[in-house]
């Protein structure tokens, strides 16, 4: 029933970029060589602001560590906005959920007086109990996901990841207040396997990087690659239908409800586990670290490498962290004040998001008629 | 108790003052403006540029933080938004365009202005009681200077030509065509009112509290807030809505959790801000809008 009802819906040209014909294939190649050669670019830009010396490996781990956690919430934001049309303003609020839970079920320190707190689950439940919180968290967002027009939407979902930090402010035996958590990075390193040092120390870094990274990285393998084998399934197809057409899909006998539903939790549990990944990138986190720029930035790397795409998310993430990196460290060369170089920083991500949304709203990967640019 | 209603009076009337901005813009030009909170950085910065950096007389001063208001606005429409409009872009792209600029008005005002507090030159300012409330002199005018500057503003939307041609092309903008208003000045112009009533809203910041670099975007979800509680279609819902929040803000800090914990009073703001577009969508003033 559920596979029929979608070929229908591909069939009758409802589910635009459903049915990948081989010539919409064939066209798509020069941007994805593009997006190629920026990644190769992107690397050799850090390479040569190291003179290619033999830090120039060590200089990139952060950078590509920043890239994969940002990209494992841009993959979620993407399953919801991309594929799913839904403008989600409050993304960040799945990450704070996320990392607090991770954090609260660990061995950690907390609060203004750094109490032990001792774990009660291993580390791979934990995350998994926060992604399945988040996800919670995600049908509290579908509540007006289905009733609201999407500007109203954007601003209920800000308003709601505003409460969340506000209040994770506010509960300081919970979640310690405005001193947060920190002291729980170890409960990650332990599990860094012996091979891991010994390649660190080949390429003039230190263990504990690299296996970040290794762990980021592979937590957006297994992320971008679970979604994109779900776009291909009928509830995929479908989901994709719900974004350009609800009515059509309704009158399929098909409900929209469910599958936005069903989509802000499955991209809040990725929000959840990108904001685990970033508690153990920031080793503390307290709740402005969740400030609503946050969901700004992945909406920038989402809007960067493609809206829509499988590996969008992932392309994005690189080239927009290294940008960002690279030009930050360019000004607090050139123009000497700290303070003036990060602001700096956010201009170049608020000029690149309108030149983007406006010259080329399907990133470098997209195609257009898969971004939803009207109000719905 | 009375102190958070005076404290709840004075928030609400700045709210007020800078979400009409927003609410007029947005029921123009069909698009939310996420810049509007750092236009009201902008006006408050501008205030305390002429008059503590150039040391002009304080009431001048604010005067031309105003008026650059205005330009900036004007500027923006002209730079910005007509060129997107001319090329026919959604409302989706509007949104995140403003919400770039956004981003680029406030960091742009932190790269400039750095991130220390800053003041205008006025003399510590004494509270009095007024009616039972406690009140400082300045924060009086800032209330009285609210209510007749927005009673002023609905007057000329319902009563000047130019004001009702902005509602014309509000509500129906191709019937306001057809009968012969000239739609791109008067989005213009309404550009240009909406920078000046942010800037206005920013000045009145500045005379009662710190000024910060990112102060208006802080408070642009309240502004949101006030908008929709007061219903967007209503020129008076805003102004309304906008003191509402404030009131309601300010006395949730006397319940008993809040009470040692401030800051959640953002959080009974935006939740009744969440309720109110549950339960009556179109706010308390406004008439039944469609929302899909």
Same mark, same amino acid.
């Given at each position: 029933?559920?596979?029929?009802?979608?070929?229908?819906?591909?069939?009758?040209?409802v589910?635009a970029?459903?049915?990948?014909?081989?010539?919409?294939?064939?066209?798509?190649?020069?941007?994805?060589?593009?997006?190629?050669?920026?990644?190769?670019?992107?690397?050799?830009?850090?390479?040569?602001?190291?003179?290619?010396?033999?830090?120039?490996?060590?200089?990139?781990? =952060?950078?590509?560590?920043?890239?994969?956690?940002?990209?494992?919430?841009?993959?979620?934001?993407?399953l919801?906005f991309?594929?799913?049309?839904?403008?989600?303003?409050?993304?960040?609020?799945?990450?704070?959920?996320?990392?607090?839970?991770t954090?609260?079920?660990?061995?950690?320190?907390?609060?203004?007086?750094?109490?032990?707190?001792g774990?009660?689950?291993?580390?791979?439940i934990?995350?998994?109990?926060?992604?399945?919180?988040?996800?919670?968290?995600?049908?509290?967002?579908?509540?007006?996901?289905?009733?609201?027009?999407?500007?109203?939407?954007?601003?209920?979902?800000?308003?709601?990841?505003?409460?969340?930090?506000?209040?994770?402010?506010?509960?300081?035996?919970?979640?310690?207040?405005?001193?947060?958590?920190?002291?729980?990075?170890?409960?990650?390193?332990?599990?860094? =396997?012996g091979?891991?040092?010994?390649?660190?120390?080949?390429?003039?870094?230190?263990?504990?990087?690299?296996?970040?990274?290794?762990?980021?990285?592979?937590?957006?393998?297994?992320?971008?690659?679970?979604?994109?084998?779900?776009?291909?399934? =009928?509830?995929g197809k479908?989901?994709?239908?719900?974004?350009?057409?609800?009515?059509?899909?309704?009158?399929?006998?098909?409900?929209?409800?469910?599958?936005?539903?069903?989509?802000?939790?499955?991209?809040?549990?990725?929000?959840?586990?990108?904001?685990?990944?970033?508690?153990?990138?920031?080793?503390?986190?307290?709740?402005?670290?969740?400030?609503?720029?946050?969901?700004?930035?992945?909406?920038?790397?989402?809007?960067?490498?493609?809206?829509?795409?499988?590996?969008g998310?992932?392309?994005?993430?690189?080239?927009?962290?290294?940008?960002?990196?690279?030009?930050?460290?360019?000004?607090s060369?050139?123009?000497g004040?700290?303070?003036?170089?990060?602001?700096?920083?956010?201009?170049?991500?608020?000029?690149?998001?309108?030149?983007?949304?406006?010259?080329?709203?399907?990133?470098?990967?997209?195609?257009?008629?898969?971004?939803?640019?009207?109000?719905? | 108790?009375?102190?958070?209603?005076?404290? &709840?009076?004075?928030?609400?009337?700045?709210?007020?003052?800078?979400?009409?901005g927003?609410?007029?813009?947005?029921?123009?030009?069909?698009?939310?403006?996420?810049?509007?909170?750092?236009?009201?950085?902008?006006?408050?910065?501008?205030?305390?540029? @002429?008059?503590?950096?150039?040391?002009?007389?304080?009431?001048?001063?604010?005067?031309?933080?105003?008026?650059?208001?205005?330009?900036? &606005?004007?500027l923006?429409?002209?730079?910005? @938004?007509?060129?997107?409009?001319?090329?026919?872009?959604?409302?989706?792209?509007?949104?995140?365009?403003?919400?770039?600029?956004?981003l680029?008005?406030?960091?742009?005002?932190?790269?400039?202005?750095?991130?220390?507090?800053?003041?205008?030159?006025?003399?510590?300012?004494?509270?009095?009681?007024?009616?039972?409330?406690?009140?400082?002199?300045i924060?009086?005018?800032?209330?009285?200077?609210?209510?007749?500057?927005?009673?002023?503003?609905?007057?000329?939307?319902?009563?000047? +030509?130019?004001?009702?041609?902005?509602r +014309?092309?509000?509500?129906?903008?191709?019937?306001?065509?057809?009968? &012969?208003?000239?739609?791109?000045?008067?989005?213009s112009?309404?550009?240009?009112?909406?920078?000046?009533?942010?800037?206005?809203?920013?000045?009145?910041?500045?005379?009662?509290?710190?000024?910060?670099?990112?102060?208006?975007?802080?408070?642009?979800?309240?502004?949101?807030?006030?908008?929709?509680?007061?219903?967007?279609?209503s020129?008076?819902?805003?102004?309304? &809505?906008?003191?509402?929040i404030?009131?309601?803000?300010?006395?949730?800090?006397?319940?008993?959790?809040?009470?040692?914990?401030?800051?959640?009073k953002?959080?009974?703001?935006?939740?009744?801000?969440?309720?109110?577009? @549950?339960?009556?969508?179109?706010?308390?003033?406004?008439?039944?809008?469609?929302?899909?």
């Amino acid at each position: 029933m559920n596979i029929r009802t979608s070929r229908v819906v591909a069939a009758d040209g409802v589910g635009a970029g459903v049915g990948a014909v081989p010539s919409a294939r064939a066209r798509r190649w020069p941007a994805r060589l593009v997006a190629g050669v920026l990644v190769v670019a992107a690397f050799l830009w850090v390479a040569a602001s190291n003179d290619f010396g033999p830090t120039s490996v060590a200089a990139m781990l =952060p950078v590509l560590t920043t890239a994969a956690v940002y990209s494992v919430a841009a993959t979620g934001l993407n399953l919801q906005f991309g594929h799913g049309g839904l403008l989600n303003f409050g993304f960040v609020a799945f990450m704070a959920v996320g990392a607090y839970t991770t954090v609260m079920l660990i061995p950690h320190r907390q609060g203004p007086d750094s109490s032990e707190f001792g774990g009660i689950v291993p580390l791979i439940i934990a995350v998994l109990v926060a992604m399945v919180i988040a996800s919670l968290l995600g049908l509290v967002f579908a509540i007006p996901a289905i009733r609201l027009r999407s500007d109203y939407l954007a601003i209920v979902m800000i308003a709601l990841a505003e409460i969340v930090r506000v209040v994770l402010k506010n509960i300081e035996p919970v979640s310690g207040g405005v001193y947060g958590m920190l002291g729980y990075s170890s409960e990650l390193q332990q599990f860094r =396997p012996g091979i891991v040092n010994t390649l660190a120390r080949n390429i003039n870094t230190q263990g504990f990087q690299l296996w970040l990274l290794i762990v980021g990285w592979v937590c957006l393998f297994v992320c971008t690659i679970g979604i994109a084998l779900l776009m291909k399934t =009928p509830w995929g197809k479908l989901l994709r239908a719900v974004r350009d057409d609800e009515d059509a899909v309704r009158s399929l006998g098909k409900n929209p409800t469910i599958i936005k539903l069903q989509t802000l939790m499955i991209g809040g549990a990725i929000g959840g586990l990108s904001g685990a990944l970033l508690a153990f990138q920031l080793s503390q986190i307290n709740p402005d670290v969740f400030m609503p720029q946050v969901t700004f930035f992945v909406f920038a790397v989402v809007i960067v490498g493609g809206t829509g795409t499988s590996w969008g998310p992932a392309v994005g993430g690189i080239i927009f962290w290294v940008l960002l990196t690279q030009t930050g460290a360019f000004i607090s060369e050139n123009v000497g004040s700290n303070s003036a170089a990060s602001a700096l920083r956010y201009i170049l991500v608020g000029l690149m998001m309108v030149l983007i949304i406006v010259f080329r709203p399907q990133g470098l990967l997209g195609r257009r008629e898969d971004v939803v640019l009207e109000l719905k | 108790m009375l102190d958070q209603l005076s404290n &709840g009076i004075l928030l609400g009337a700045i709210i007020a003052m800078t979400s009409v901005g927003l609410s007029l813009i947005f029921s123009v030009t069909g698009s939310f403006n996420f810049a509007h909170g750092d236009l009201v950085t902008l006006g408050a910065m501008m205030a305390v540029l @002429f008059a503590a950096v150039l040391s002009i007389p304080v009431w001048l001063a604010l005067i031309i933080a105003v008026a650059v208001g205005a330009v900036v &606005g004007f500027l923006l429409d002209l730079v910005m @938004f007509r060129p997107m409009r001319r090329a026919g872009v959604g409302g989706i792209t509007m949104l995140v365009a403003t919400l770039g600029l956004s981003l680029i008005v406030r960091y742009a005002i932190l790269a400039v202005g750095g991130p220390e507090p800053k003041t205008l030159p006025i003399a510590r300012q004494h509270v009095t009681s007024y009616f039972g409330l406690g009140f400082t002199r300045i924060a009086l005018i800032v209330i009285v200077a609210t209510v007749v500057i927005l009673v002023g503003f609905g007057l000329f939307l319902t009563r000047s +030509a130019l004001g009702t041609a902005m509602r +014309a092309v509000a509500s129906n903008r191709t019937l306001a065509a057809a009968s &012969g208003i000239n739609i791109e000045r008067i989005i213009s112009t309404t550009w240009a009112i909406g920078g000046a009533l942010a800037a206005t809203g920013g000045v009145m910041l500045a005379l009662t509290q710190l000024v910060y670099w990112d102060m208006g975007f802080q408070l642009l979800l309240l502004m949101f807030a006030g908008v929709i509680v007061g219903g967007l279609s209503s020129p008076f819902g805003a102004m309304v &809505g906008g003191f509402v929040i404030g009131v309601v803000t300010q006395l949730s800090v006397t319940l008993p959790y809040i009470k040692d914990h401030n800051d959640l009073k953002i959080a009974v703001a935006l939740l009744a801000m969440v309720l109110v577009l @549950f339960l009556r969508p179109q706010g308390l003033l406004g008439r039944r809008v469609r929302l899909s």
